[in-house]
């Protein structure tokens, strides 16, 4: 699937109304989708999910009542998981780190310098360590997940300069993370002082001083133009991340065999268009940030690695991994 955004929304509307209007009969046969983010407009998610929601109308013309939601306009970070298990919403990205925080023996999932490049983690979801992975979210928590759409690989972004070599050099650091139990954690074995702070309000806490960095892959800092309230990226490199596509089981159960496997197809779609995207950007965006004036350095990568791993391995929640998971994903690696 090639499409470009310039043509997305208007393609994807126009499918929609025409369905509505060519099947009248079927309106009440519809099942509605409400699919919520608090990505930004300009961000890939945002238009990972007008893809999704053409190509599922193509597959599926008139069967879904397909609402589109970004910017946290439905419900803000972290409440959109609670939104789709209390079926107010249908759809949404949940991130691995509420997926951990609901099951700790997946906080596997989040570890620093797990996963070394998309297709990796794509890997490990399609073996039998997916399968299990996915079915106890499905148990446990009341949802399917669909796909997961690469985030981006994680580096430091500061509000002013520093000399960033060892995660020694980030004590004190005010490092912005999500709220959840996984992100701090992550940002602690960074050697950061991690703290918590909603997305929607990360421009104006490095613009204030609020705090002293926030870490992201290069696409979300040109997205969100943290950018113009930074001063330096620093290439840890510390997190390959996904973002899983997920429906809540009240929607899913309602579909046949037929209409699971169609939806899980438009994910896929979805995922390998906002990959091919991602990738893409992330290969341009170091001169995009140098020609804007950030300083962009490179640490020493393997002490942060190093450091980062045996934060991991050494800590209470490592126990509780599934034993030998950790060699059986290192031998998934491509």
């Given at each position: 699937m090639t499409l470009k955004h310039t043509a997305l929304v208007a393609m994807t509307a126009t499918a929609l109304a025409t369905a509505l209007v060519a099947t009248p009969a079927?309106?009440?046969?519809?099942?509605?989708?409400?699919?919520?983010?608090?990505?930004?407009?300009?961000?890939?998610?945002?238009?990972?999910?007008?893809?999704?929601?053409?190509?599922?109308?193509?597959?599926?013309?008139?069967?879904?009542?397909?609402?589109?939601?970004?910017?946290?306009?439905?419900?803000?970070?972290?409440?959109?998981?609670?939104?789709?298990?209390?079926?107010n919403a249908e759809m949404a990205y949940v991130a691995f780190q509420l997926i951990a925080d609901a099951?700790?023996?997946?906080?596997?999932?989040?570890?620093?310098?797990?996963?070394?490049?998309?297709?990796?983690?794509?890997?490990?979801?399609?073996?039998?360590?997916?399968?299990e992975f996915k079915q106890r979210v499905s148990d446990e928590m009341g949802i399917q997940l669909l796909d997961a759409c690469y985030l981006g690989t994680r580096q430091l972004n500061l509000r002013t300069a520093r000399?960033?070599?060892?995660?020694?050099d980030l004590a004190g650091v005010k490092l912005r993370m999500p709220g959840s139990d996984s992100w701090l954690f992550l940002g602690e074995a960074l050697g950061a002082n991690p703290t918590p702070l909603p997305f929607g309000e990360v421009y104006l806490g490095l613009q204030t001083?609020?705090?002293?960095?926030?870490?992201?892959?290069?696409?979300?800092?040109?997205?969100?133009?943290?950018?113009?309230?930074?001063?330096?990226?620093?290439?840890?490199?510390?997190?390959?991340?996904?973002?899983?596509?997920?429906?809540?089981?009240?929607?899913?159960?309602?579909l046949t065999d037929d209409e699971k496997a169609k939806m899980t197809e438009a994910a896929v779609a979805a995922c390998d268009w906002n990959n091919a995207e991602r990738?893409?950007?992330?290969?341009?965006?170091?001169?995009?940030?140098?020609?804007?004036?950030?300083?962009?350095?490179?640490?020493?990568?393997?002490a942060f690695r190093t450091h980062v791993q045996n934060f991991y391995l050494t800590s209470d929640r490592a126990a509780s991994w599934p034993e030998g998971w950790v060699d059986r994903i290192n031998e998934l690696a491509p």
């Open positions: 079927l309106a009440q046969d519809q099942i509605e989708l409400k699919f919520t983010t608090v990505s930004v407009p300009t961000d890939l998610h945002t238009q990972a999910m007008q893809v999704f929601a053409y190509k599922l109308e193509e597959l599926l013309p008139g069967r879904f009542d397909i609402q589109l939601y970004d910017s946290g306009a439905l419900f803000g970070q972290n409440a959109d998981l609670d939104a789709l298990q209390r079926g099951i700790p023996e997946f906080g596997l999932f989040t570890a620093g310098y797990l996963f070394q490049n998309p297709e990796h983690y794509r890997a490990v979801l399609e073996s039998d360590i997916g399968e000399d960033i070599q060892t995660p020694e001083g609020t705090i002293d960095a926030q870490d992201n892959p290069l696409p979300t800092v040109e997205a969100a133009k943290f950018y113009e309230v930074t001063e330096q990226i620093t290439l840890t490199s510390h997190l390959v991340d996904g973002l899983p596509m997920a429906v809540n089981n009240q929607t899913w159960e309602q990738i893409a950007n992330e290969d341009r965006l170091v001169s995009f940030f140098e020609e804007e004036g950030l300083t962009v350095t490179t640490p020493d990568v393997e």
